[in-house]
């Protein structure tokens, strides 16, 4: 097998793989083999396997969709031979229609977001040419239209990306661009008060499309992805009360800060970018294996894993977009601002939420969205002043006389990680509460967990 044919091949494998429910071994597909041309081959395969897909054959539908693939690519004696038209429009056509399937199988359970980074490390890549490369080098050379304040390498990856942003995940990158208005200024402020670039400040899009309350499968949270262990490493505050990893501007600072530190002990700021994905660890093998500092070097090993190879082409990718949106098919100014407009007041603390929602005569739900690092219905129980933010226009003097909470009436929590062969119901008996107190404090909407699930428990009722 040709390395184009393989590479492709084993690019919508990986998709497919990260979202089948079970590992199972692949089954021989139906083959219709009696239809000789490649095209018709290929789209016999394909109907088979949505054919599968429906039916919830999972292993079939792959086996199918791999054999029409297969098709196209064996109809070459090269890769200069394939019909590169054909085989992007079917891979696109597998991923709109495996995706569209499996488009709520692995978002978080508890009513989160999904990190857009899960779709965008998953994503089927096109096959670019070498001339589709040198069109986007020349583009992106002409520096008199577009300043970068990193260095912009475009190689194939960062082509075939942009490519996949234009067509697979257009609507993905272009709900980034409508959230990005209201942060990337003040996101922008704070690299560049600690010599950050300050074009990092569009990482956020593929990481969470700029969404606040985005959580990975991994368990990183927030607009930029912070695992718990990173975040308190650099001074965001995570336990049962407050995640600050939810605040994007307190996240922003200590994206900035690990950022910089990363690039301090390696000096290079594609190498900073492969540690904040993958961690340094993995990296440093990498980096120690080839004996190179280089990225792209290491991009084409075997010692880093897929999601870190993949993550600096993307991000490149979504640079370039969110520098000239207009010129790749998307616009900029659509979203709905969430925090423009606010402003932060002093309240006692612990305070009930809702009660500073009713002198403000507005509804919790809103005041909650406001500060979205709060997790219970009252301000942290352990500061005797807390900064909440509130509308521009609320007036301060209906805030007048508000009382803390008294220490005997805040509940009392724990915190769980679940192990295999838990279910919500052992859990709740082992700790003395009930499934519906669990679901309540951790925002389940089913009784679905999963094996290393970090989960808050109510305290005795």
Known sequence: MSKARSWLLSAVL????????????????????????????????FQSGKASLEKGDMAGAKACFDQSLDALLAAGGSAM??????????????????????KDKNSPENGEHEAFLDQVIATPLFLPSAQDVQDLQQK?????????????????????????????RHEGIQRALDRMGEFIGPFKETLRRYGVPEDLA???????????????????????Q??????????LRVDWQVDERLDPFKAADAAARFLKHLHDEYGDWYIALAC?????????????????ADFFTINQSRHIRRETKNYVPAFLASL?????????????????????????????????????????????ADLKKLNPELLRDFTPSNKTVYSLRVPATA???????LERIPASRIPRYNSYRVRPGDTLSTIARRHGTSVSRIQAANNLRSTLIRPGMNLIIPGRE
Do not use: H
């Not at 083999?33 to 395969?45: C, D, H, L, N």
């Not at 593929?206 to 606040?212: A, K, N, T, Y």
């Not at 301060?396 to 006389?401: D, M, P």
């Open 395 to 401: 007036d301060e003097a209906a805030l007048a006389g």
């Open 81 to 102: 031979e394939v019909d590169r038209g054909a085989l992007n429009d079917m891979v696109k056509r597998i991923a709109d229609i495996e995706l569209n399937y499996l």
């Open 276 to 292: 904040y994905n993958g961690g340094p660890r993995r990296v440093e093998r990498a980096m120690r294996a080839l004996q190179t």
């Open 226 to 235: 912070f695992m718990a262990a990173t975040a308190r490493l650099f001074g």
């Open 140 to 168: 992106v050379g002409e520096t008199a239209v577009v300043a970068y304040s990193l260095p912009v390498i475009v190689n194939s990856q960062v082509v075939s990306f942009l490519k996949a942003f234009q067509t697979i």
């Open 202 to 224: 569009y990482l956020p899009i593929i990481e969470s499309g700029f969404r606040v309350d985005a959580t990975s499968r991994a368990r990183a949270r927030g607009a930029w």
């Open 14 to 45: 990986l998709l497919l793989a990260a979202c089948s429910p079970s590992r199972s071994a692949l089954r021989p597909a139906p083959g219709p083999m009696a239809v000789q041309g490649p095209s018709e081959r290929a789209e016999s395969f």
């Open 320 to 364: 370039i977009i969110a520098r000239s949106p207009a010129e790749y098919g998307f616009t900029l100014g659509g979203g709905v601002p969430l925090f423009a407009g606010c402003k932060t007041v002093e309240v006692p603390s612990p305070v009930s939420l809702a009660l500073v929602a009713e002198r403000l005569q507005l509804s919790a």
